[in-house]
């Protein structure tokens, strides 16, 4: 019992300083936002909105701001299409060569980011010929974006099993009639999960974005670096970084409670 306990106690310490480690970065940057100094100084010297309300104002950190939302959109409406196309293609059939289809379309993910950014920049600019802009940033958003949605597709069909889809064919309803009525009501809290997550992974993205953005595009995690070692920007950049910060927080919030409600919800009887 003993042994077991100080088990419990190492895992608690070291899982402690883990989050600390994680997270006390973050808040730094938060505290920062209010300091009344134009760099990062700590412990702040005193407490002002005046940068919160210049970060407001700047119309350069607005567009930014409108533009990974528009991009995060974008990509995460593709995600959703092509990432419940290919769940329910893998999970309802069954031929040659699925399990490497599968591996393929999770790879983008686990690929390190530059690597993705270099692999697209020479796809579009050297292959292609296409001008890099707003388009090629939400095609490569989506392709990691995808993951999000085929991953939640997979896990959600797997728990509730093709038995439902099946009875509504006996009865006599079609592909598109099942999927409407049957299948789609199942699979609608965990297509929302996988678009909340897909909207908040394309919001922050910066290393495939710097790669497939070009010199006219700009979004908001663009803007914090290039504004970072700016004169007098360091406290601009931290409010940003601050609402960046909550932003991309609020819909993985959500699509935790999603997942989680879905579960409970698949296990009760």
Avoid at 162 to 169: G, T, V
Avoid at 225 to 243: E, H, K, S, W
Avoid at 245 to 257: G, K
Wanted: proline share 6%; glycine share 6%; net charge positive.
């Amino acid at each position: 019992m003993s042994t077991n306990r100080r088990l419990k106690a190492v895992l608690l310490a070291i899982s402690a300083l883990v989050l600390v480690f994680v997270y006390l970065p973050l808040a730094v940057v938060f505290v920062n936002s209010f300091s009344i100094s134009p760099t990062f100084t700590w412990p702040p010297p005193g407490w002002t909105l005046q940068w919160w309300r210049l970060a407001f104002h700047s119309a350069g950190a607005r567009d930014a701001l409108l533009t990974s939302v528009e991009v995060a959109l974008c990509a995460t409406a593709i995600a959703l299409v092509l990432g419940t196309l290919a769940g329910l293609a893998l999970r309802r059939t069954r031929f040659f060569g699925r399990n490497v289809v599968s591996l393929l379309i999770i790879l983008p993910i686990a690929l390190p980011g530059i690597v993705t950014g270099i692999a697209l920049n020479n796809a579009f600019r050297t292959m292609l010929g296409v001008d890099l802009g707003f388009v090629t940033i939400v095609i490569a958003h989506a392709t990691f974006c995808i993951v999000t949605v085929f991953n939640n597709m997979q896990a959600r069909l797997q728990r509730i099993g093709p038995s439902l889809e099946q009875a509504s064919a006996d009865l006599g309803a079609g592909p598109f009639r099942t999927f409407a009525l049957v299948t789609f009501p199942m699979l609608r809290s965990a297509l929302l999960a996988g678009a909340l997550l897909a909207f908040g992974l394309s919001f922050d993205e910066i290393v495939v974005t710097t790669f497939t953005a070009g010199p006219q595009v700009q979004t908001l995690p663009l803007w914090i670096f290039q504004n970072l070692f700016r004169p007098n920007q360091a406290p601009v950049v931290n409010v940003v970084a601050a609402v960046l910060v909550l932003t991309s927080a609020i819909p993985i919030y959500f699509a935790q409670r999603l997942s989680g409600d879905s579960v409970n919800a698949t296990a009760a009887p």
